[in-house]
Nanobody, 118 residues
Framework: QVQLVESGGGLVQPGGSLKLSCAASGSIRNIYIMYWYRQTPGKQRELVASITSGGNTNYADSVKGRFTISRDYAKNTMFLQMNSLKPEDTAVYYC????????????WGQGTQVTVSS
């Protein structure tokens, strides 16, 4: 099974930008849908964005217009470009996937910490 590793998090000031990467251990061509989730302590994991193999994207209302999800098949990597960051975007960000709409999620990784603070 494909394993995913998140990277690119860090400390950024409000209004700043970060680009997260989700590198796959194998080809992502046959993966139907890929996701970015985020989680803060004491809260449930929240869906941030998703992208299908056909390029259809969906975003949480809280990030629409600020975040952009993309897939690079040549690099077997998914990205999350985050602009105009706000303190409430602070969280651990995770990526995951489903090979088809009916299959379960893959294994959750360690995530990457994003902290938005002045």
């Amino acid at each position: 099974q494909v394993q995913l590793v998140e990277s690119g998090g860090g400390l950024v000031q409000p209004g700043g930008s970060l680009k997260l990467s989700c590198a796959a251990s194998g080809s992502i061509r046959n993966i139907y849908i890929m996701y970015w989730y985020r989680q803060t302590p004491g809260k449930q994991r929240e869906l941030v964005a998703s992208i299908t193999s056909g390029g259809n994207t969906n975003y949480a209302d809280s990030v629409k217009g600020r975040f952009t999800i993309s897939r690079d098949y040549a690099k077997n990597t998914m990205f999350l470009q985050m602009n105009s960051l706000k303190p409430e975007d602070t969280a651990v960000y995770y990526c995951n996937f489903r090979t088809t709409i009916l299959t379960p999620f893959g294994n959750w990784g360690q995530g990457t910490q994003v902290t938005v603070s002045s």
